[in-house]
């Protein structure tokens, strides 16, 4: 059945009310569900967010968004679709979401950011979504923890954006805050 509901759109909205439409959203409780291995979907997600059945990319964003609220990231780093009654494996190239969009409210300590994904879903950074730097082949990636073992790579826009925040509070080292927690924006710093 094709994903019904539409994205959460970021802008026009307080953070506040961003929450709340964030907790009514109900998502399948895929960590909790714990069926045999059943083989590999044929899916695959690229580098640049693009999902691929058999080799063609998923037109249709609805099929996407309902296929993104049943994939988790297992312990030993592979991604699988899950229901209740089986688990396929899907290859990830990079990470399972970009952060294409971001909102900033409130300053310093007080400051939260929220982040729109490719998949219609929006994750204020925090304690339980932290945002983190990795060293990659590619060089630094800027990630956030979205659910499930899953991150979302930041695209280098917001990067700069979270760069030049942290630039004009002039934290040392170099990181921004968001829902009270300090995040580093260098591969050596950690969160506060």
């Known amino acids: 059945m094709p994903e019904s509901r539409a994205p959460i759109e970021l802008h026009g909205v307080s953070l506040a009310e961003l929450q709340t439409l964030i907790d009514e959203r109900r998502l399948p409780p ?3 569900w714990d ?3 059943c083989g590999h979907s044929g899916m695959r997600i690229a580098r640049d967010g693009t999902w691929y059945h058999e080799g063609s990319p998923i037109g249709r964003s609805a099929m996407v968004r309902l296929f993104s609220t049943v994939l988790r990231r297992e312990p030993d780093g592979t991604h699988v679709l899950v229901t209740p009654v089986e688990k396929l ?3 990830v190239e990079s990470t399972a979401f ?3 969009e971001m909102q900033s409210e ?3 300590p007080a400051r939260k950011i929220a982040f729109k994904l490719d998949s219609g879903d929006l994750v204020i950074a925090g304690p339980d ?3 983190v730097i990795e060293a990659t082949d590619h060089g630094p990636s ?3 923890a979205v659910r499930h073992g899953l991150q979302a790579e930041l695209s280098r826009p917001l990067y700069y954006e979270l760069a030049e925040i942290a630039l004009a509070e002039g934290s040392e ?3 921004v805050w968001s829902d009270g927690t300090f995040f580093a924006l260098d591969p050596d710093g950690a969160a506060q």
Request: net charge negative.
């Open 30 to 32: 895929v960590d909790k």
């Open 35 to 37: 069926p045999t291995h």
């Open 89 to 91: 494996e899907i290859e």
């Open 98 to 100: 970009r952060a294409t």
């Open 106 to 108: 409130g300053e310093g």
């Open 129 to 131: 979504h932290p945002l």
């Open 142 to 144: 800027p990630r956030l």
């Open 173 to 175: 080292p170099a990181g």
